[in-house]
């Protein structure tokens, strides 16, 4: 079975702080994402990126990047956290053979007080 | 700009009754049509999909209705279970592309 995990399910950050959630996937899969979940909303692509060291802008990118090292490593950076980024972050990767499956992990909830 | 639109937002269903969820879409680009469901505390996951040269695609309980010319393709629940309350998007794609355009979910509740 495909597994994608994440590094923390909750997590409490101050405003201005610098966040890294970390995700990991098993399954030597080329694509990478990071979404946000929030009430309403659905999910919403912030990041992507279709090989190592590779990175492609999602719908609402502003306020974070990313980096991939490692195929298997895909992180979420937010530079300086602000309470509006306070939501559920949720990571995904797929093959290039079937690259409209995405697996998705746990998700991080994150609060920015 | 939304690019796929569902509704309704939530849903309660009675056990044994059938649950409807609609998505629409403009992008005649789309050929890929995903529905994921995702459970509390748990991560959205690959629940059934189709493309559009089929007009219905059934698994189990699960169907999907497609309508090309419409724009629009919905999910069936049929014999709707306390174990199918979960939240459920629906999603498209585009040949050759690995992004999934979402749509906002829809909380559904079945009661016992």
């Known amino acids: 079975d495909v597994k994608v995990t994440q590094s923390s399910r909750y997590l409490v950050k101050r405003t201005g702080e610098k966040v890294f959630l970390e995700c990991v996937q098993d399954?030597?899969?080329?694509?990478m994402f990071w979404y946000r979940q929030d009430p309403g909303l659905g999910l919403r692509l912030i990041y992507f990126s279709y090989d190592v060291k590779m990175k492609e802008k999602g719908d609402i990118p502003e306020g974070y990047s990313v980096s991939r090292e490692k195929k298997e490593r895909f992180s979420l950076i937010l530079e300086s956290a602000s309470t509006n980024q306070t939501s559920m972050y949720l990571c995904?990767?797929?093959?290039?053979?079937?690259?409209?499956?995405?697996?998705f992990g746990p998700g991080t909830r994150l609060l920015v007080l | 700009q939304q690019q796929v639109k569902q509704s309704p937002q939530s849903l309660i269903v009675q056990k044994g009754g059938i649950s409807i969820i609609n998505c629409a879409y403009e992008?005649?680009?789309?050929?890929?049509f995903p529905w994921y469901q995702q459970f509390p505390g748990k991560g959205p996951a690959l629940l059934i999909a189709?493309?559009?040269?089929?007009s219905e695609k059934k698994e189990g309980r699960f169907t999907i209705s497609f309508n090309k010319s419409a724009k629009q393709f919905s999910l069936h629940i049929m014999d709707s279970q306390p174990g199918d309350s979960a939240t459920y998007f629906c999603?498209?794609?585009?040949?050759?592309?690995?992004?999934?355009?979402f749509g906002k979910g829809t909380m559904l509740l079945v009661s016992p």
């Open positions: 999603a498209a794609s585009t040949r050759g592309y690995s992004t999934l355009t």
């Open positions: 992008n005649t680009a789309f050929d890929y």
């Open positions: 189709i493309r559009p040269d089929v």
């Open positions: 995904a990767s797929s093959s290039t053979s079937f690259r409209e499956t995405q697996y």
């Open positions: 399954m030597d899969h080329e694509n």
